[in-house]
C-alpha cells in the first residue's frame, strides 16, 4: 500500500515527481529479489518519459515571459529612440534578450531533461508504449494488487485537483494497481468544473469505477466525541466554576449542535477551541465563562462574518436595556430586532437561524439590576468582560480574573489582602480592582468581616483619585459600597456595628470609617427608614466616639499633620467632639511656616465644572473661608501669606496659595464665599 497525500507538496510539477516516486519505491520493496528492483527501474523510465513533457512545458514559461518583457521594453525605449534607430535595436535587442533568456532557462530545463533521459539510457530506446507494456506485464507477475491511497484532495487547489486526476486517468489501465480516492465530493466536483468548463460529476463518474459515501456519524456518536473532549477542559474546577447545565443545555440543542454535522467538523472546531482555552488562563484563572467562550469559537469556526462583526457592536450588545435614554420596551425591541438581523444578515443562509439563537442567549436584555451577576459569571454581555474574548490578553487598564480570585481567596487575611492590594496600587490598578470588587459585594462571607473591611479601612487613606468627571463615582465611594452592601448580608444591626467597631479599632485607617460613618450620620439627618440604613442612631454614636478617639491619637503621634485627608479629619473632628480640640490643634500647628502651608493645602478645594462650549471638565481649585475660619482667623493667615516667601513653591502650594487669596480677595469685594467658581462665568 502507498499512502500518497497531494497536499503535502507545493507545487504542481512535484505533485508528479512525488506520485511516480511514491509508486517507484512501493514496488521496489515488494520484495528484495531482482525482479522486484527491475519492475521499479521500468516504472521509473515510464515516469521520465511522462515527466519530459511536463519540464517542457513549465520550461517554455519563463522564456515566453521573457519574450513578452522584449517586447514591453522595446515599446517603451520608442519613445526615445530616433525612428531609424528602431530596426535595428528591435532585431539585435530581441536576440540579445532571447539568448540570455534561453541560456537562463535551459540551464534548469537540462538539468530536469538529463535526469530523465538518463533514466532512458539505462534501457535501450523504446517508446511510451513498449515502456508501459513492459511495466504492465511486471506488475501482473504481483501476489497481491498495490493499492494507493489518495487522501485530503478537497484541499487542493483546482489546478492541484487537475493534476492528481491527469496522472490517474493516465495510469488508470495498469494491473495490479488499484486507486482509493478520498474527498469531499462537492468541493472536487466544483474544482474539477473549472477545469473541464462542464460538468465536474460526470466528469468524476468517467474516472471513478466504484464510488462509495462515508456513512453519516450518527448525531449522538458525533455529540459524543464532542462532549467527551469538553469534558477534559471542564475537568478542572477553574473552568467548570460559572458552567451552568441549563443554560449550556438550551444554548447547545437551539444554537450549537446543527454546526457539528460530520467529525472534521467536530475536529476543526476542537483544535480552535483548545487554543484559546490555554490562553485564557494565564495565572490559574480562568478569566471568560467556559460556555460564551465555546459559544462564541462556534461562531469564530462556522460564522466568521457574524464574529468578526461583534467587536464593533460592542455598545450596542452590552448596553442595558434601562439606561438608553427613557426609550419604552417596544421601540427597544425594535432596535434589538434591527440589531440582531444586521448581525446575522453575515451568517451563511442556512445556518443564519442558529446563529440569531446564539447571539440571543449570548447577550439577553441586560438591566442594570443584573450586571453584577453577569461580571460575576464573567458573561460577554457584560461591557468589563467583553474585549476579553476578542483579545489575546486582558485589556489594557483592566484587571485579570487571577488577580480578582487572588483578593477574593485572602478576604478572611487582614495582612495578605493588604498586600494584595498594594500589589494593585503599585500597578496603577487598585481603583479599577475596587470597582470590579463591587460585583462582589455580597457574595464574600461574614465569617471574613473583621478582617475583610479592616483591610478596606488600611488602604482607604491613601485611594487613588479614580476618573476625572462631574459624575465618575470616586474610588473611596466604591470601597464604602462594597461594605454597605456586604454588611446588608447580615440582618442583625448589633452584628453590623461589631463588626464595624472591631474592624476601626484594628485599622489604621481613617479616612475611609469616617467617610463611613458621615454618611450614615447623613442618612440619619435625612430622617431615612430604618430598613434604608445600615446602622440605628445608637450605633452611629457609638462609632462616632471611636474614631473621634483614633483621630485624638492621630494629633498627638504626628500621623494627623501629614494625613493626605487633613481637611477632612479637622471638620470630622470638630463636627463630633466640638470646635475647640481641632482649632488649639491647628493654631499650634500654624505656629510655624510650614504647617501653615500645610493647613492651606488641606483646606483648598477641587470642583469640576463644564460650560456649554468645553468638550472636557474642567478643574476649579477654591478655598472657603467659612471653613478656615472655624479653626484660625483668615486675616491672620492672609496677612502671614503677605510676609511669607517659601522657596521653590510645588504645584499644590502653589494652588493652595492662590486659591486662598482669591477667596479672600472675594470676602474683601463683598462677594459671598459659597460656589466661588461661578466668578469663572459672566452673569446673567
Same mark, same amino acid.
Given at each position: 500500500?502507498?499512502?500518497?497525500?497531494?497536499?503535502?507538496?507545493?507545487?504542481?510539477? *512535484?505533485? &508528479?515527481?512525488?506520485?511516480?516516486?511514491?509508486?517507484?519505491?512501493?514496488?521496489?520493496?515488494?520484495?528484495?529479489?531482482?525482479?522486484?528492483?527491475?519492475?521499479?527501474?521500468?516504472?521509473? &523510465?515510464?515516469?521520465? #518519459?511522462?515527466?519530459?513533457?511536463?519540464? $517542457?512545458?513549465?520550461?517554455?514559461?519563463?522564456?515566453?515571459?521573457?519574450?513578452?518583457?522584449?517586447?514591453?521594453?522595446?515599446?517603451?525605449?520608442?519613445?526615445? $529612440?530616433?525612428?531609424? %534607430?528602431?530596426?535595428?535595436?528591435?532585431?539585435?535587442?530581441?536576440?540579445?534578450?532571447?539568448?540570455?533568456?534561453?541560456?537562463?532557462?535551459?540551464?534548469?530545463?537540462?538539468?530536469?531533461?538529463?535526469?530523465?533521459?538518463?533514466?532512458?539510457?539505462?534501457?535501450?530506446?523504446?517508446?511510451?508504449?513498449?515502456?508501459?507494456?513492459?511495466?504492465?506485464?511486471?506488475?501482473?507477475?504481483?501476489?497481491?494488487?498495490?493499492?494507493?491511497?489518495?487522501?485530503?484532495?478537497?484541499?487542493?487547489?483546482? @489546478?492541484?485537483?487537475?493534476?492528481?486526476?491527469?496522472?490517474?486517468?493516465?495510469?488508470?489501465?495498469?494491473?495490479?494497481?488499484? #486507486?482509493?480516492?478520498?474527498?469531499?465530493?462537492?468541493?472536487?466536483?466544483?474544482?474539477?468544473?473549472?477545469?473541464?468548463?462542464?460538468?465536474?460529476? =460526470?466528469?468524476?463518474?468517467?474516472?471513478?469505477?466504484?464510488?462509495? =459515501?462515508?456513512?453519516?456519524?450518527?448525531?449522538?456518536?458525533?455529540?459524543?466525541?464532542?462532549?467527551?473532549?469538553?469534558?477534559?477542559?471542564?475537568?478542572?474546577?477553574?473552568?467548570?466554576?460559572?458552567?451552568?447545565?441549563?443554560?449550556?443545555?438550551?444554548?447547545?440543542?437551539?444554537?450549537?449542535?446543527?454546526?457539528?454535522?460530520?467529525?472534521?467538523?467536530?475536529?476543526?472546531?476542537?483544535?480552535?477551541?483548545?487554543?484559546?482555552?490555554?490562553? %485564557?488562563?494565564?495565572?490559574?484563572?480562568?478569566?471568560?465563562?467556559?460556555?460564551?467562550?465555546?459559544?462564541?469559537?462556534?461562531?469564530?469556526?462556522?460564522?466568521?462574518?457574524?464574529?468578526?462583526?461583534?467587536?464593533?457592536?460592542?455598545?450596542?450588545?452590552?448596553?442595558?436595556?434601562?439606561?438608553?435614554?427613557?426609550?419604552? $420596551?417596544?421601540?427597544?425591541?425594535?432596535?434589538?430586532?434591527?440589531?440582531?438581523?444586521?448581525?446575522? &444578515?453575515?451568517?451563511?443562509?442556512?445556518?443564519?437561524?442558529?446563529?440569531?439563537?446564539?447571539?440571543?442567549?449570548?447577550?439577553?436584555?441586560?438591566?442594570?439590576?443584573?450586571?453584577?451577576?453577569?461580571?460575576?459569571?464573567?458573561?460577554?454581555? /457584560?461591557?468589563?468582560?467583553?474585549?476579553? #474574548?476578542?483579545?489575546?490578553?486582558?485589556?489594557?487598564?483592566?484587571?485579570?480574573?487571577?488577580?480578582?480570585?487572588?483578593?477574593?481567596?485572602?478576604?478572611?487575611?487582614? @495582612?495578605?489582602?493588604?498586600?494584595?492590594?498594594?500589589?494593585?496600587?503599585?500597578?496603577?490598578?487598585?481603583?479599577?480592582?475596587?470597582?470590579?470588587?463591587?460585583?462582589?459585594?455580597?457574595?464574600?462571607?461574614?465569617?471574613?468581616?473583621?478582617?475583610?473591611?479592616?483591610?478596606?479601612?488600611?488602604?482607604?487613606? =491613601?485611594?487613588?483619585?479614580?476618573?476625572?468627571?462631574?459624575?465618575?463615582?470616586?474610588?473611596? %465611594? /466604591?470601597?464604602?459600597?462594597?461594605?454597605?452592601?456586604?454588611?446588608?448580608?447580615?440582618?442583625?444591626?448589633?452584628?453590623?456595628?461589631?463588626?464595624?467597631?472591631?474592624? %476601626?479599632?484594628?485599622?489604621?485607617?481613617?479616612?475611609?470609617?469616617?467617610?463611613?460613618?458621615?454618611?450614615?450620620? =447623613?442618612? *440619619?439627618?435625612?430622617?431615612?427608614?430604618?430598613?434604608?440604613?445600615?446602622?440605628?442612631?445608637?450605633?452611629?454614636?457609638?462609632?462616632?466616639?471611636?474614631?473621634?478617639?483614633?483621630?485624638?491619637?492621630?494629633?498627638?503621634?504626628?500621623?494627623?499633620?501629614?494625613?493626605?485627608?487633613?481637611?477632612?479629619?479637622?471638620?470630622?473632628?470638630?463636627?463630633?467632639?466640638?470646635? @475647640?480640640?481641632?482649632?488649639?490643634?491647628?493654631?499650634?500647628?500654624?505656629?510655624?511656616?510650614?504647617?501653615?502651608?500645610?493647613?492651606?493645602?488641606?483646606?483648598?478645594?477641587?470642583?469640576?465644572?463644564?460650560?456649554?462650549?468645553?468638550?472636557?471638565?474642567?478643574?476649579?481649585?477654591?478655598?472657603?473661608?467659612?471653613? $478656615?475660619?472655624?479653626?484660625?482667623?483668615?486675616?491672620?493667615?492672609?496677612?502671614?501669606?503677605?510676609?511669607?516667601?517659601?522657596?521653590?513653591?510645588?504645584?499644590?502650594?502653589?494652588?493652595?496659595?492662590?486659591?486662598?487669596?482669591?477667596?479672600?480677595?472675594?470676602?474683601?469685594?463683598?462677594?459671598?464665599?459659597?460656589?466661588?467658581?461661578?466668578?469663572?462665568?459672566?452673569?446673567?
Amino acid at each position: 500500500m502507498v499512502e500518497f497525500n497531494p497536499w503535502q507538496w507545493a507545487a504542481q510539477d *512535484q505533485l &508528479a515527481d512525488a506520485f511516480f516516486r511514491e509508486i517507484a519505491l512501493a514496488l521496489g520493496k515488494e520484495d528484495e529479489t531482482k525482479v522486484a528492483k527491475q519492475r521499479a527501474e521500468r516504472f521509473s &523510465a515510464y515516469a521520465a #518519459y511522462l515527466k519530459v513533457g511536463s519540464h $517542457i512545458a513549465t520550461g517554455i514559461r519563463p522564456l515566453l515571459a521573457s519574450a513578452f518583457a522584449v517586447a514591453g521594453v522595446l515599446g517603451l525605449g520608442g519613445s526615445f $529612440i530616433a525612428p531609424w %534607430m528602431k530596426p535595428y535595436l528591435a532585431v539585435g535587442g530581441s536576440l540579445f534578450l532571447c539568448l540570455a533568456a534561453f541560456i537562463a532557462w535551459s540551464s534548469d530545463f537540462a538539468e530536469k531533461a538529463a535526469t530523465a533521459f538518463s533514466s532512458l539510457q539505462k534501457l535501450k530506446e523504446k517508446n511510451l508504449q513498449e515502456r508501459k507494456g513492459e511495466v504492465a506485464g511486471l506488475l501482473r507477475q504481483l501476489k497481491s494488487p498495490l493499492l494507493v491511497v489518495i487522501d485530503d484532495l478537497d484541499r487542493l487547489t483546482a @489546478d492541484e485537483v487537475r493534476v492528481v486526476f491527469q496522472l490517474i486517468k493516465a495510469n488508470a489501465d495498469f494491473p495490479n494497481l488499484v #486507486y482509493l480516492t478520498l474527498f469531499q465530493r462537492d468541493v472536487v466536483e466544483q474544482n474539477l468544473e473549472k477545469w473541464t468548463c462542464g460538468s465536474g460529476k =460526470d466528469f468524476l463518474e468517467k474516472i471513478v469505477q466504484v464510488g462509495f =459515501d462515508v456513512p453519516q456519524v450518527e448525531q449522538s456518536k458525533l455529540q459524543g466525541v464532542l462532549f467527551a473532549r469538553l469534558d477534559e477542559i471542564l475537568a478542572d474546577p477553574k473552568f467548570s466554576k460559572n458552567f451552568k447545565p441549563s443554560r449550556w443545555a438550551n444554548l447547545f440543542t437551539s444554537g450549537l449542535a446543527p454546526y457539528f454535522q460530520t467529525l472534521r467538523d467536530v475536529y476543526r472546531y476542537l483544535g480552535v477551541l483548545d487554543v484559546r482555552v490555554a490562553g %485564557m488562563a494565564p495565572r490559574g484563572s480562568f478569566e471568560v465563562n467556559p460556555i460564551d467562550l465555546i459559544a462564541l469559537e462556534v461562531l469564530r469556526v462556522f460564522e466568521p462574518g457574524v464574529f468578526h462583526l461583534l467587536p464593533r457592536n460592542k455598545e450596542r450588545l452590552t448596553r442595558p436595556y434601562d439606561a438608553r435614554g427613557g426609550k419604552n $420596551i417596544s421601540e427597544i425591541e425594535r432596535e434589538e430586532k434591527l440589531r440582531l438581523d444586521s448581525l446575522t &444578515a453575515a451568517a451563511h443562509k442556512e445556518s443564519r437561524a442558529h446563529a440569531e439563537e446564539i447571539l440571543k442567549q449570548l447577550f439577553p436584555k441586560v438591566s442594570t439590576g443584573n450586571q453584577d451577576q453577569y461580571y460575576r459569571e464573567l458573561r460577554v454581555c /457584560h461591557p468589563d468582560v467583553f474585549d476579553r #474574548y476578542f483579545l489575546l490578553s486582558i485589556p489594557e487598564g483592566d484587571i485579570s480574573q487571577a488577580h480578582l480570585d487572588s483578593l477574593l481567596a485572602s478576604t478572611g487575611n487582614r @495582612d495578605a489582602l493588604v498586600s494584595r492590594f498594594n500589589e494593585l496600587r503599585e500597578k496603577g490598578l487598585l481603583a479599577v480592582a475596587l470597582d470590579r470588587l463591587e460585583a462582589y459585594k455580597q457574595k464574600v462571607s461574614l465569617a471574613d468581616a473583621v478582617p475583610f473591611i479592616a483591610a478596606l479601612f488600611d488602604i482607604g487613606d =491613601d485611594l487613588p483619585e479614580g476618573q476625572p468627571g462631574m459624575f465618575a463615582i470616586p474610588t473611596w %465611594m /466604591h470601597a464604602s459600597r462594597i461594605i454597605r452592601w456586604y454588611l446588608k448580608e447580615e440582618p442583625d444591626i448589633t452584628k453590623r456595628r461589631s463588626y464595624l467597631a472591631e474592624a %476601626m479599632k484594628i485599622s489604621q485607617g481613617l479616612y475611609l470609617p469616617v467617610m463611613k460613618v458621615a454618611i450614615e450620620t =447623613d442618612s *440619619q439627618k435625612e430622617g431615612r427608614t430604618q430598613s434604608e440604613r445600615l446602622l440605628d442612631d445608637t450605633s452611629v454614636d457609638d462609632l462616632k466616639q471611636i474614631l473621634v478617639e483614633k483621630i485624638r491619637k492621630a494629633a498627638e503621634s504626628g500621623r494627623l499633620a501629614a494625613h493626605p485627608q487633613l481637611g477632612t479629619l479637622l471638620g470630622v473632628w470638630a463636627e463630633w467632639a466640638g470646635p @475647640d480640640e481641632p482649632k488649639s490643634w491647628v493654631e499650634n500647628f500654624t505656629q510655624t511656616d510650614e504647617g501653615l502651608v500645610v493647613f492651606l493645602e488641606a483646606m483648598t478645594e477641587k470642583a469640576t465644572s463644564a460650560g456649554s462650549d468645553d468638550s472636557l471638565p474642567r478643574e476649579i481649585w477654591y478655598t472657603q473661608l467659612k471653613i $478656615i475660619e472655624r479653626f484660625i482667623d483668615p486675616e491672620v493667615v492672609a496677612s502671614r501669606l503677605e510676609k511669607l516667601k517659601p522657596q521653590s513653591p510645588n504645584e499644590s502650594q502653589i494652588r493652595a496659595f492662590k486659591a486662598f487669596q482669591e477667596a479672600i480677595g472675594r470676602r474683601r469685594s463683598g462677594k459671598p464665599d459659597g460656589k466661588p467658581w461661578r466668578d469663572w462665568y459672566p452673569e446673567g
